[in-house]
């Protein structure tokens, strides 16, 4: 994205902490450049309000929610207590902060088991814990505590009822400044690995039209509860029974908000500028479409086989599959996208998120879209680092995930001692016993080229 700037500018070392989650120097770097609007992407101080606000006092338009939206939004506890008023589905728990773990064992018997623990400003699948017994609560309660004191210095815990076999199923909504709000269908991100998402898709395979329509009303109606303006995401848990409770709403573009984008045939980040520029809506909730199957990829810079460990250092080799996806040309809206901001000789460094790319196939329905995602990964060249893309081809490729038979506890349950080789996808054996007699035969040739390599040679 340096490289596409017209103007860049350095904000400081690569730690976050000393560049992109200071709030100084973004906002000295919009004064220097005369820039009217500030886009937060996501991450760093995306769903920040106290730098919303400051970037408003500054005179500069935040592309995003008003702080105040933010701020309501942004506790846990109190997002549920405004859920609850709004006429949201919200799980039986004790919203407010629990003080030790002797009550929160106690209050868990009440709900009854099995319950989850979770810190008031968690998030990215930090502070949370689920508990089946006394013994689980007691302890959760203490690490869940601990970790949200360390990663949020917010030690706030609550308790609420854990949804067995749950979905996680998120609405999108964009909002205006004159208070429309429609929600933007639906988007399943229930393929999980430690509460982090590997896959999305939408629609969901699993829910029906009715239970659509519901999860969306009740979004948008919270979203005017707190006069939400631009793009933004309610995630809902739902069981095995399509009962659905809110989980908590993300003030700010979503990073698997490409899916969206697909089958709606509308650019988000478009109308979140649109939308920041006092424009209002360019269409109803009536008129919002759902075309095909979209499903993304979150490509990782991280080693499966060596229980994802991070993976730095150089780029030797990126060639992602070719891009098919050009909104200028209709008929190429069912292909291939890739979101990426990294290219052959870069660096992937320790300080940030292990995602390099997204990669994202549209088809005609859910098999087309599997295939066609199953194709792309297989086209999808990485050297230098490892990356997730093997594990991700054996997703695609297992019984259940085809079937749309699957919960957050998916990986959890079918990769319950790692990832393996044996693992991966061959449905080909003899193509893979020729592949490795061509690169045996090739490093042998390549060996007996160089002095010393081979004995005799």
Not at 132 to 148: H, M, P, Y
Not at 182 to 192: A, D, G, K, M, P
Not at 345 to 355: A, K, L, R, V, W
Request: glycine fraction near 8%; include cysteine; charged fraction near 25%.
């Amino acid at each position: 994205f340096v490289m596409l700037a017209d103007e860049a500018v350095n904000i400081g070392a690569p730690p976050s902490r000393e560049s992109y989650l200071v709030a100084d120097k973004i906002i000295a770097a919009c004064k220097k450049t005369g820039a009217e609007a500030l886009h937060p992407g996501y991450g760093f101080l995306s769903e920040n309000a106290e730098f919303a606000k400051r970037v408003e006092e500054e005179g500069i338009v935040f592309i995003g929610p008003k702080h105040y939206s933010m701020a309501a939004m942004g506790d846990k506890i109190e997002s549920k207590k405004l859920a609850g008023a709004a006429g949201v589905n919200c799980i039986p728990g004790v919203n407010s902060a629990i003080e030790t773990a002797e009550a929160a064992v106690e209050i868990a018997k009440g709900i009854g088991y099995p319950v989850m623990i979770k810190a008031s400003a968690g998030g990215g699948g930090k502070g949370l814990r689920v508990a089946f017994n006394d013994k689980e609560a007691f302890e959760g309660f203490t690490s869940c505590r601990n970790e949200a004191r360390n990663s949020f210095g917010d030690d706030r815990v609550f308790v609420e009822k854990y949804v067995e076999e749950p979905r996680h199923i998120e609405i999108q909504l964009i909002g205006d400044s004159f208070g429309n709000v429609v929600y933007l269908n639906e988007r399943e991100c229930s393929i999980q690995r430690r509460h982090q998402k590997v896959i999305e898709e939408a629609p969901s395979p699993f829910i029906s039209d009715a239970t659509r329509k519901a999860m969306g009303e009740q979004a948008v109606a919270l979203a005017k509860a707190v006069k939400y303006q631009s793009a933004g995401t309610v995630e809902f848990v739902v069981g095995k029974d399509q009962s659905f409770y809110f989980l908590e709403m993300n003030t700010r573009l979503q990073v698997e908000h490409p899916v969206t984008e697909c089958i709606t045939g509308l650019d988000l980040v478009e109308l979140m500028i649109r939308v920041a520029a006092g424009e209002k809506l360019p269409l109803t909730q009536t008129q919002v479409k759902r075309d095909g199957w979209a499903i993304e990829c979150r490509i990782n810079a991280e080693d499966p086989f060596r229980n994802f460990l991070p993976s730095t250092g150089r780029l030797v080799r990126f060639q992602p599959p070719k891009e098919t996806m050009f909104a200028s040309d209709v008929s190429q809206w069912h292909g291939v996208r890739v979101d990426t901001g990294v290219q052959d000789g870069g660096e992937i460094p320790m300080y940030y998120d292990s995602m390099i790319a997204k990669l994202i196939v549209h088809g005609k329905d859910r098999l087309e879209a599997i295939a066609k995602m199953r194709e792309a990964l297989n086209g999808f060249v990485i050297r230098g680092v490892s990356s997730s893309i093997p594990f991700q081809a054996a997703l695609l490729a297992h019984p259940k995930f085809v079937s749309g038979d699957f919960n957050t506890g998916f990986i959890a349950e079918n990769y319950a001692h790692g990832f393996r080789a044996e693992d991966v996808p061959h449905e080909d054996a003899g193509f893979l016993v020729a592949l490795a007699a061509f690169v045996s035969r090739r490093y042998l040739s390549r060996a007996a080229s160089i002095s010393g390599q081979m004995e005799g040679h």
